[in-house]
């Protein structure tokens, strides 16, 4: 079963635009990670966050994680056409390997 | 640095038929996974390699998936005998060391059809 779920599905905003998705997990975890996966292509890391920290950034990204509720964010700021995506987070518990939540699809339209 | 190379790319077959991927991880990985992702889903972890050896096969279907890593470096993932729910695509990826600490690259995947 997968162990985090991104909110919402699918997600359309306009070029210039923030975008905001929500990765809920069940277990505790050591580290939480976004990939971005472009259609028909493979996976790309984009940040990674440890369980001790609380927010991160990484260029126009902007992620977060509430231990306490069991929930991250990533935001993306100023979105381009090259943000048009599927973004999945990954969380690593005691087990040394990553599960993957569904994903959120995100349009970015010009 | 090259990254993760997969092929072939796309497969087509019918069911009860055979099929293999192939997987060269980067270089100096130690560590090379086989992920599942069905249309519409986030990958599922089928098999872990640390160099040569299996640390993680708790998710694949044993009874008809077999996946090896000669020599600690390229790897191949079969389906034998393939049913419809196989269809997706078959990611390799690969990372420096074992963990979910350590990033992982993922190549671009192999389309798997059954008809």
């Known amino acids: 079963s997968q162990q985090g779920e991104e909110d919402p599905q699918a997600l359309s905003i306009q070029e210039g635009e923030n975008a905001t998705m929500n990765c809920s997990y069940k277990?505790?975890?050591?580290?939480l990670q976004w990939y971005r996966q472009n259609s028909g292509r493979g996976l790309v890391h984009l940040i990674l966050?440890?369980?001790?920290?609380r927010e991160k950034h990484s260029g126009r990204l902007r992620v977060t994680l509430d231990t306490s509720k069991k929930s991250s964010s990533l935001l993306i700021t100023a979105s381009r056409a090259a943000d048009t995506a599927s973004y999945f987070c990954?969380?690593?518990?005691?087990?040394?390997?990553?599960?993957f939540g569904a994903g959120t699809t995100v349009t970015v339209r010009a | 640095e090259a990254g993760v190379a997969q092929s072939p790319r796309y497969k087509i077959i019918e069911k009860r038929q055979s099929v293999a991927f192939w997987c060269n991880p980067i270089?100096?990985?130690?560590?090379l996974y086989w992920y599942q992702q069905i249309l519409g889903q986030g990958p599922k972890l089928l098999i872990q390699?640390?160099?040569?050896?299996?640390?993680?096969d708790s998710q694949l279907p044993k009874d008809r998936f077999s996946a090896e890593r000669l020599k600690g470096v390229d790897s191949t993932l079969k389906i034998q005998p393939a049913k419809l729910e196989d269809s997706a695509v078959y990611l390799c990826a690969s990372s420096f060391m074992r963990g979910g600490t350590d990033t992982q690259y993922f190549g671009p995947g192999t389309r798997l059809t059954v008809l």
């Open positions: 966050i440890r369980s001790n920290e």
């Open positions: 390699f640390q160099n040569n050896g299996v640390v993680d």
């Open positions: 990954a969380t690593d518990a005691d087990d040394y390997k990553l599960s």
């Open positions: 277990t505790s975890i050591n580290n």
């Open positions: 270089s100096g990985h130690a560590t």
